[in-house]
C-alpha cells in the first residue's frame, strides 16, 4: 500500500479569518482609556447576564443542572466494573458461590482469598472470602470466570479509603437479606443473555 | 529366559525404536517420549485393561489393540493416533461423562483430576447418552470418603489395595450403571493407608480430612522423605497459608509419586507434627549451650537426619560425651554380629527384591505394625509371584491371613532356639565347613523344639514351602534386637544368610536407625549428666515441644535419611522453623561453624558406605519405568567373616501374662501420635485368655510396669488375640518411647485399680 495520502499533511483547506479587533493598547493613556470606556459601558453585565439567569432558574424556577455529589450520585452504566457484589439465590436466599475458586485463580492482582471447608451439610461452605481493594485494578476477570454468576461487579465506584488496603469481607459484598427482593440480575458481560430461553436444550438427563 | 533379553526392533508413529522383547507397547512408547493416553494404567500394578483409551493400531492385525496389555513383538508397526483412534477414544470419554455429576467447582480432585482433563483433550462438550440415575449416597471410611457418584470403575484402587497393599479390603458390585466399590473390610481389618485414594483418578476416593478445605492449585508442594520409618518413602507436604486471617503455612495433605511408589497411612495421614515456636527462646538457648558443654552422655533417639548424626558424633569427639540411641545401639550391634558370620556388611536383600522373592519368611515382628512398607512388599510377592510365607512370632496376627501359607507360633523369649531351628533346616549341610558343620551337628533339635515349641512337623512344612521356589527371603524384625541373646540370633541369622540361599532383610526398627548406627559411635547405657535429644536426660531437647528446648521436628528440618534399602534419601523441610536449632547450639558451644546443616550432607562417612555428594546434588525422582532414582545407594561391600555362633543350650522362654511392647493401628511414635488424625490414648489390648489369667475385665484401669515404666492404662478386649500376651502401646508416652532398651515381651503383674467411665 502506498503511504501517499498518509504523509500528505496539508489537510483541507483552511478558512481561518481575523478578527476584527481593536488594536491593544500600547501607551499608559491608551490603557487607562480602555479600561474608563468599558467600566463606563457596563460590559462586564452583559457576560453576567447568563449567569444570573441560570441562577435564578436554577434557585426559583426548579431547573437545577449541577449533580449535588456526593448527596447525588449520577446513574452508571450497567457494564460498569466497580466494587463486587455476591448475589444470592432468589428462591433460598443461600449465597450463589459455590467456593470453586476459579475468581481466586484467575485475578491477576492476586487480590482475591477465600477459606472454605466441608460443612455439617456435606456441602463446600464458604467460610470466608475477602478482596482487598487495594491491588484489585477492576478488570472484570473473576467475574468472568465464576461459573456461577456469584460474583459480578456493581455500580459502586468510590474506592477512596483511609488505608493503603481496602478489604472487604463476604458479608460486605453479599446482597443484605432484607434486600433480596431488590437484587438485581448482572446484564454485563457473562450475564445470560437476553434470548437464553430460547437457546436451552433439554440436558440428556431426563428421561 | 533367553528370549526375554532378546533386542528388537519395532516402529511406533514412523519412529523405529530398538527394544528388548518382554516390554508393553505402552511401556516401549513411554520409554521413547511417545504419548498415548490411559486412564486405567498405573505403572506400579499389572496392567488392569478396563479403559480401552491405550488402544493402537498394528499393522496387519485386525481391530484395535490395548497397549498396556500387548507385548511388543519384533517387527510391529504401530500407529498410536488416527483419526479412527482419537474417535475411539472420544467415544469412551464420553460414555464416562455419562450422567457423571457436573460438580467440578466443588471436587476436590478439580485441576488435577484424570477425567476432567481427557474429558478436554478429547473435546467431549455434551452428554449425549444417558442413563437412569442411581441413588447412591457418599460413604464414609474413615480417613477415607467414598462417593459412587463420582467413580468412573477403573478398578486401580482395587487393584492397589490387593496387590500392593495385600489388605483385599475393595471390591467391585457388579451392576452395569450401578456399579460401585465396596469396602468389605472398612469397621476393622482395612489399614486406612490411603493409597486407593491416592490412586484414584477421579474424585471418588478422598481425604476425610482435607475435603473441601482447598484446591488442589493452591498448594505448593514440597518433596521430601516420610520420617516415621525406615522405609522413608518419598512424598509431598502440600502446603498453603492456613486462612485468610493467619498466613502462617500449614501442610493440609500429603501427596506422593502415586504412579510408582507407596504411602501407609501414617505417611499420608500423620503429617501435622511439626514443632511450632513463635520466636528463639535466648535463656533457653543458653542453658542448652551449658547443657551441652558439660554432657558426659548425650541420649537420642533415631528420629533424626544423617547430618543431625553427624553433628552429635563431631560433638561427641570433642567434648568427649558419650552417645546413647537405644534403639539404634541395638540394632547396630546386631548387624555386627551378623557381619561376623555371614561376611556382609549388610544384609543383601531390600524391599524391591523382597517384592519378587518366592518364599519368605517372616521371624521376629508383628509386621503389620512394625514395618507397613515391608508387609506391602511381600503382599505383591504374594500376588504376583504366588509366594509362599511362613510367618514365625509368638501372637497370631488375623490381619495377615490372606498373605500367610503357614503361621508357627513359638514362646516369647526363645528366638534364639527358633533362629537354631530355621538354620537348621535352610543351612545347605553340603556347603560348611568342618567348624560350621560341627556347630549345626551340637544342636540339640529335640530339646530346643521342645523349649521354642515349635514342632518338627511344622519345620518340615516351611521346608516343603521352599519347593520349586527360586528365590527367598528372611525378613528379621524388631523383637529380636534388644533380646538378651540377639548377638546370637545375629550369628546365626549370619549363617543363614551365607549358607543357604535366603537373602536376609532384617528391618531397621525406627527411623533412621539405619543412618545412626552408622554415622555415630554409640554407647549402650547412659551415665553421668546426660542431654536427652528426643530421648529422656537432665536437659531435653525435644521436637514434641516439651523440653527445655524446642528443637524443630522433621518436617521442618533439611537433610537426608537412611533407608531400609540402604538408600541415602534427601527431605525438605515444608514448614519454617522459628527457633533454635541443634547446629545453632552445637555452634556456640563448640564453634562447629557450619551454616547449614547439609553442609555435612557430603561429609557423610565414606568408609561406612556414605558417598561424597552435596545435598543440593542428591536426584529425588522415579524413571520412566518406575524405577527408584532418588539418593544414593550405600556400598555393601564384603567383610572378613570367621566367627560362628555360640552354643545354643539354654532357651529361656516365659510363661503367665505377658505384656507386648507393640506400636499398633499405623501408629508408630510420638511423632504420629501428635498428628490430630491420629492422636489417641493407647489402651492395652489383650484376648479373653488373657484377662481371665489376669483376672481383669474389658474396661478396667490397670496398672502395670514393663521396661522400667510403669504403665495405667484401660484394658480392653480384643476378640482377634488369643493366648496370654496383650498388645501395649508405647506412642504415647512421650519421649521415654525413645529410650527403651528391653525386650519387647515381658513378663508383667497386672494389677486393677478401677474402672473406665465409658
Ligand atoms: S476485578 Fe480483576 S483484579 Fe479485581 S478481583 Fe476481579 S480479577 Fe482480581
Ligand atoms: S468463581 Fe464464583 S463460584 Fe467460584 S469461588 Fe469465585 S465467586 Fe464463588
Ligand atoms: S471427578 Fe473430576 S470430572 Fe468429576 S467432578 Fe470431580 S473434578 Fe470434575
Ligand atoms: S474409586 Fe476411583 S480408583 Fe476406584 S474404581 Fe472408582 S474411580 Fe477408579
Ligand atoms: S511410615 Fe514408613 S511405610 Fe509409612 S509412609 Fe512413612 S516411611 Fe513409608
Ligand atoms: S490403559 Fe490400557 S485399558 Fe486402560
Known sequence: M???????????????????????????????????????????????????????????????????????????????????????????????????????????????????????????????????????????????VCPELAIVHGGRYETASEQRASYSTFEDMLTPLDQLAQQSEYPGFGAVSADADEKIKKTPLAY | MSSQKKEITITIDGKEIKTQWGKTILEVARENGIYIPTMCYLTKVEPIASCRMCVVNVEGVDGMILSCQEKAVDGAVINTNTADIWRERQKIMELYDVNHPLECGVCDKSGECELQNKTLEFEVDTQEFTAKDQHRPTQNWGFISYDPSLCIMCERCVRVCNEIVGDEALQISVGGYKSTIVNVKQDDDCMECGECMAVCPVGALVSTDFKYSSNAWELSPIPASCSHCSSHCQLYYEVKHESIDNPQEKIYRVTNEFEYSSLCGAGRFAFDFENRVNAKDKEAFNKAVDALKKAETIRFASVITNEEALLLQKISQISGAKLVCDDAYAYSQFIKAYSQTSGKRFYGSDLKSLSKSQMSIVLGTRL???????????????????????????????????????????????????????????????????????????????????????????????????????????????????????????????????????????????????????????????????????????????????????????????????????????????????????????????????????????????????????????????????????????????????????????????????????????????????????????????????????????????????????????????????????????????????????????????????????
Open chain 1, 2 to 144: 502506498s503511504m501517499e495520502e498518509f504523509k500528505d499533511r496539508n489537510v483541507g483547506v483552511q478558512n481561518y479569518r481575523m478578527l476584527d479587533l481593536e488594536p491593544n493598547p500600547e501607551t499608559g493613556m491608551d490603557k487607562f482609556k480602555q479600561v474608563v470606556k468599558r467600566s463606563v459601558k457596563l460590559e462586564l453585565f452583559t457576560g453576567l447576564k447568563v449567569t444570573f439567569r441560570e441562577m435564578f432558574n436554577a434557585l426559583f424556577r426548579g431547573e437545577m443542572h449541577t449533580t449535588k455529589y456526593p448527596f447525588e450520585k449520577l446513574p452508571i452504566s450497567p457494564r460498569y466494573r466497580a466494587i463486587h457484589e455476591m448475589k444470592r439465590l432468589l428462591e433460598s436466599g443461600h449465597y450463589r458461590c459455590i467456593g470453586c475458586g476459579l475468581c481466586e485463580k484467575i485475578c491477576i492482582a492476586n487480590c482475591i482469598r477465600m477459606d472454605t471447608r466441608y460443612d455439617e451439610n456435606q456441602r463446600k461452605e464458604v467460610s470466608e472470602y475477602t478482596i482487598n481493594f487495594g491491588r484489585c485494578i477492576f478488570c472484570g476477570y473473576c467475574a468472568e
Open chain 2, 368 to 758: 503389620y505394625d512394625d514395618a507397613p512398607m515391608v508387609k506391602y512388599h511381600l503382599a505383591t510377592s504374594v500376588k504376583r509371584e504366588k509366594a509362599q510365607v511362613a510367618y514365625l512370632h509368638p501372637i497370631e496376627d488375623k490381619r495377615l491371613q490372606n498373605l500367610v501359607t503357614k503361621f508357627v507360633k513359638y514362646e516369647p523369649g526363645s528366638e534364639e532356639g527358633v533362629v537354631a531351628l530355621l538354620a537348621n533346616i535352610l543351612i545347605d549341610k553340603s556347603k560348611l565347613d568342618e567348624d560350621a558343620k560341627k556347630w549345626l551337628d551340637n544342636l540339640d533339635i529335640g530339646y530346643i523344639s521342645a523349649e521354642s515349641n515349635v514342632s518338627e512337623e511344622e519345620l518340615d512344612e516351611i521346608k516343603a514351602m521352599m519347593w520349586k521356589k527360586k528365590s527367598f527371603t528372611l525378613i528379621a524384625g524388631e523383637d529380636l534386637y534388644k533380646h538378651p541373646k540377639a548377638k546370637n540370633i545375629a550369628k546365626i541369622l549370619g549363617l543363614i544368610d551365607r549358607y543357604s540361599n535366603f537373602e536376609l532383610l532384617i528391618i531397621p526398627p525406627a527411623s533412621n536407625t539405619m543412618g545412626v548406627s552408622l554415622i555415630c559411635d554409640l554407647s549402650d547405657k547412659a551415665s553421668g549428666y546426660t542431654v536427652g535429644y528426643n530421648s529422656v536426660g537432665d536437659f531435653v531437647m525435644s521436637s514434641l515441644g516439651d523440653g527445655d528446648i524446642d528443637m524443630p521436628a522433621l518436617n521442618q528440618q533439611e537433610g537426608t535419611f537412611t533407608t531400609i534399602d540402604k538408600r541415602v534419601v534427601p527431605t525438605n523441610p515444608a514448614l519454617g522453623y522459628n527457633g533454635y536449632e541443634l547446629l545453632d547450639i552445637a555452634r556456640e558451644a563448640f564453634g562447629l561453624n557450619y551454616e547449614y546443616i547439609i553442609d555435612l550432607t557430603s561429609q557423610l562417612p565414606e568408609e561406612k558406605g556414605f558417598k561424597n555428594i552435596a545435598f543440593d546434588n542428591l536426584p529425588d525422582e522415579f524413571g520412566i519405568d518406575g524405577e527408584n532414582k532418588r539418593g544414593y545407594l550405600i556400598d555393601n561391600s564384603e567383610v572378613s567373616s570367621k566367627l560362628l555362633p555360640d552354643d545354643t543350650d539354654d532357651i529361656e522362654s516365659f510363661d503367665g501374662t505377658i505384656v507386648y511392647l507393640c506400636n499398633d493401628r499405623g501408629n508408630f511414635n510420638p511423632f504420629t501420635n501428635k498428628s490430630k488424625m491420629f492422636e489417641n490414648r493407647g489402651e492395652l489390648r489383650g484376648s479373653k485368655q488373657f484377662a481371665t489369667a489376669a483376672k481383669i475385665s474389658d474396661g478396667d484401669i490397670v496398672k502395670f510396669k514393663v521396661a522400667d515404666i510403669e504403665f495405667e492404662r484401660v484394658f480392653s478386649i480384643d476378640t482377634s488375640l488369643k493366648g496370654t500376651i496383650a498388645l501395649n502401646p508405647i506412642y504415647d508416652i512421650g519421649l521415654s518411647s525413645f529410650a527403651i532398651s528391653s525386650y519387647r515381651f515381658n513378663k508383667a503383674k497386672i494389677e486393677k485399680v478401677g474402672r473406665s467411665n465409658e
